[in-house]
């Protein structure tokens, strides 16, 4: 089976950097992915590790430790904006009886 | 636009009162899949599809059916639907290494 872990909630202030971790135990693993969500919509694709190290787009940043089976999102430069639910998801092969497994989400709180 | 289309936005009904959640993609994805979210549970998977007349079930199948008979197509059809189905309900297809998912449908089975 899969099951992820990440925490429930994070609060920070606007223009901090804040960090969501995620842990992982998987039966089979392709890579990681994290997904923003604002209030109950439509979650919306943010990174996506398949290799260890570090990938970067803008203000967001995503980290993969194979070893280790964790991974972060780093938000930098943060704004109110970014108040959401931020999800990290493991990708298992393909054929497997699962492709896309989410966490359960970390509720973002940005102050001003 | 790339998009996935559900309809309805919102729906409650009564149990045991079929209903079928419609989504639809525009991106000649092969793979869809549907999940439902509830507070505290996150995203779990209810079916997927590989591509056309190619389904599994997911995580939490029980109670829902799928067809996939065109690619753009992925219905979820609940035959009988019980209160414990009262949920928010997301359409999704993949393409690349990320997911793009639909404007959810929340049901209310009362």
């Known amino acids: 089976g899969q099951s992820l872990e990440q925490p429930s909630e994070v609060t920070a202030v606007e223009g901090a950097i804040v960090q969501i971790n995620c842990t992982y135990q998987?039966?089979?693993?392709?890579?990681l992915s994290w997904y923003q969500q604002h209030d109950g919509g439509a979650p919306t694709f943010l990174s996506y590790?398949?290799?260890?190290g570090l990938e970067e787009t803008g203000r967001f940043s995503s980290f993969l430790s194979r070893s280790d089976s964790y991974g972060y999102l780093l938000l930098q430069e943060l704004q109110m904006k970014d108040s959401a639910s931020y999800f990290c998801?493991?990708?298992?092969?393909?054929?497997?009886?699962?492709?896309?497994?989410f966490g359960s989400g970390t509720q973002l709180t940005v102050l001003p | 636009e790339a998009q996935v289309t559900q309809n309805p936005r919102y729906l409650i009904t009564v149990t045991g009162k079929k209903l079928t959640v419609t989504c639809s993609q525009n991106?000649?994805?092969?793979?869809m899949s549907w999940y439902r979210q509830d507070p505290g549970l996150g995203l779990r998977q209810i079916y997927y599809s590989m591509n056309v007349e190619v389904t599994d079930k997911g995580d939490v199948p029980e109670g829902y059916k799928v067809s996939r008979k065109e690619k753009r197509n992925f219905p979820l059809i609940l035959e009988s639907p019980s209160p414990n189905q009262t949920s928010l309900y997301f359409c999704?297809?993949?393409?690349?290494?990320?997911?793009?998912f639909g404007s959810g449908t929340r049901l209310t089975v009362v």
């Open positions: 998801a493991v990708r298992s092969p393909l054929g497997s009886a699962r492709q896309l497994t």
């Open positions: 991106m000649n994805h092969e793979y």
């Open positions: 590790n398949g290799l260890d």
């Open positions: 999704a297809s993949k393409g690349g290494y990320g997911y793009t």
């Open positions: 998987t039966s089979g693993f392709y890579g």
